[in-house]
Each structure stands twice: as C-alpha cells, then as structure tokens.
C-alpha cells in the first residue's frame, strides 16, 4: 500500500513547541511527514539552513517517519519534486488566517492537486512563535516549556554574546 505523505514547511527559526506540537499531531493523520525547511537568502535568520535542518534532525532523531530537508524557491515546485499534494500548517489564531488562506489559495492556483490543511495546536502553544521566542531571549526572558531543551542550548549559544 502507498505511504501517505504531507509536506510541513517553515522558516523554523528556530522550531518551538508549537511545530513539535504540530509535527505530533499531523503524524496521527500521515505515515510519514516531510519537514521542509526554507532557505531564504533575503530573510535574515538567526539560524543558518543547515543548523535549522540539523536541530529539527535531533528533536525526531528517534522519529523515522518524520524527514527534514532544505528547500528554495516555490513550495509548488518542492512538493512536486517530492510528489506529495499535501502541505500542512499550523492556524493558530484569527490573525494568523489571512495570510494562510492567501497562499493556500495561491499554492492551489498554481498546483491544483495541492491540499492545504489546517491543524491547531495545543492551546497552550497559540502564542507562540519563533520570533518571539528570539525577542524573549536576547532580552533575558525565559523560553522554558516554548522550545524543545536541545533548542535552549542552541538559543544559549548564539546568543552568548549578546545577551544581558
Ligand atoms: O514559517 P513561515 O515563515 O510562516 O513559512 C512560510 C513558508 C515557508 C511556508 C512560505 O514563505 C513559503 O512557502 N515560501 C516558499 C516560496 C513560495 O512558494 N512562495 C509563494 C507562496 S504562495
């Protein structure tokens, strides 16, 4: 029997709770989940593409049905190439709608057999992004519980120097 596949894609800068969260949730749905990383010249990310790849790597390490890659250019054209018609992404508030139905739509007009779907993560989780988990951070907050342990580590890391 075929394996079903969704694709996930994201900036993961860096991933959070809330992807993992997602991540779980979609692999009830999925056999097998293609995490699919963007690597994106013209957004600076506190990241790089391979580091980003290789911490979403660890979290699933025990995980062999969830796979990681890096991609550029049109998600279409990634999906394509791996020949999976559905993307998955995280809806986590009414904010969060209009840009999502923009490019499902658009992701649609351009790769008919594509399927969005929708999930929601944990209630706990529907504040959470990476960006503010970056802010919270660099400013000396706590990000306990927000992103998975081995990310702290890496947040510690690059942040070493300028963190107060
Ligand atoms: O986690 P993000 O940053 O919200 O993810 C956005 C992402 C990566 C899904 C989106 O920017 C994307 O698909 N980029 C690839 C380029 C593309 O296909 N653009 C047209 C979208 S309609």
């Known amino acids: 029997m075929r394996e079903s596949r969704a694709i996930y894609p994201g900036s993961f800068d860096p991933i959070t709770n809330g992807h993992v969260d997602i991540i779980e949730r979609g692999l009830k749905i999925f056999d097998q989940i293609l995490v ?3 690597e994106n010249p013209k957004k600076e990310a506190l990241f790089t593409t391979e580091e980003r790849v290789a911490m979403i790597r660890d979290i699933f390490s025990s995980e062999p049905r969830v796979e990681v890659k890096s991609f550029d250019g049109l998600l279409v054209d990634f999906a394509r190439k791996n020949n999976i018609q559905v993307v998955i992404r995280g809806l986590r508030a009414i904010s969060d709608f209009e840009y999502e139905f923009q490019m499902a739509l658009m992701n649609r007009k351009l790769y008919p057999e594509l399927e969005t779907l929708f999930m929601m993560p944990n209630l706990n989780y529907t ?30 890391e690059k942040f070493l120097p300028r963190r107060p």
């Open 36 to 38: 699919a990383v963007l």
């Open 127 to 156: 504040f959470l992004s990476s960006r503010l988990v970056k802010e919270i951070y660099m400013l000396g907050g706590c990000v306990k519980g927000l992103v998975p342990g081995p990310i702290e580590k890496n947040l510690r």
